[in-house]
């Protein structure tokens, strides 16, 4: 028996597929003054953080969760009044006339409420570059999220409508998106003049806020009109 391996061609034949031209392929012809798209344009927004250590007062009606509600002594000069002692060993209020002795007793120190803003975001301007695109809906949007998730801001934001030309306001704006003044003479008006389809609604000035209620609307749906 013969053994033929030394005989053997040790280098395996590969075969190659060669491209072949095909009927249906055509030359594309190089793309001549592509360019890229330019990126969405942002609405140009100012915000600020509000401390509740900065003590501001807010007048009007405003739900409670944006506030902090103290109960404080009316301060009035210390000649005004003084704590007079009575028969029965307690203390009673009495303004005293210095140059004929007399004494007037009175009721106790006047007490009121007073409403300090929690930790929120306010809005000290927006402007969009193109109107009625979403610009603004979308820098609001992106406000009340990151509003929502710092713990401290719980999801407060305020701003003062206060038109910056004459012809326009952003308080419909706002109103649209679910803020309220803090006036409700000034939401029953702005409410009214949108039933009635008013054109050209004046302008309101006044302090706003984003209910929660509004606020999950707001991020729920994107725009509430």
């Known amino acids: 028996m013969i053994n033929n391996i030394t005989t053997m061609d040790l280098h395996p034949q590969l ?12 030359s594309m012809p190089p793309i001549l003054g592509f360019k890229t798209p330019q990126l969405k344009e942002k ?4 915000v600020k953080k509000i401390k509740r250590g900065d003590n501001i007062i807010i007048p009007g009606v ?10 404080e002594e009316v301060k009035q000069k210390a000649s005004e009044r003084s704590p007079i002692l009575n028969s029965s060993g307690g203390n009673f209020f009495a303004t ?7 004494v007037t007793p009175f009721s106790p120190p006047a007490k009121r409420k007073l409403k300090y803003l929690k930790n929120c975001y306010i809005i000290d301007y927006i402007q969009s570059p193109q109107q009625r695109c979403g610009l603004g809906t979308n820098a609001i949007k992106a406000l009340a999220e990151k509003a929502m998730f710092d713990k401290k801001a719980e999801g ?14 952003p308080a419909i704006f706002f109103y649209k998106l679910g ?19 008013v054109p050209d ?7 706003m806020y984003l209910p929660r209620t509004q606020l999950h609307k707001l991020l729920r749906y994107g ?3």
């Open 15 to 26: 075969s190659v597929a060669k491209a072949t031209p095909s009927l249906t392929s055509m």
């Open 43 to 46: 609405a140009n927004m100012r």
């Open 62 to 71: 405003i739900d409670d969760d944006y506030v902090d509600i103290v109960e």
């Open 96 to 102: 005293t006339d210095i140059a004929s002795g007399f």
């Open 156 to 169: 407060r934001i305020v701003t003062y409508s206060a038109p910056i030309l004459r012809e326009s306001s």
């Open 179 to 197: 803020f309220r003044f803090t006036e409700p003479e000034a939401n029953e008006y702005i409410e009214k003049c949108l039933k009635d389809k």
């Open 201 to 207: 609604i004046p302008a309101q000035i006044g302090m």
């Open 223 to 225: 725009e509430l009109f």
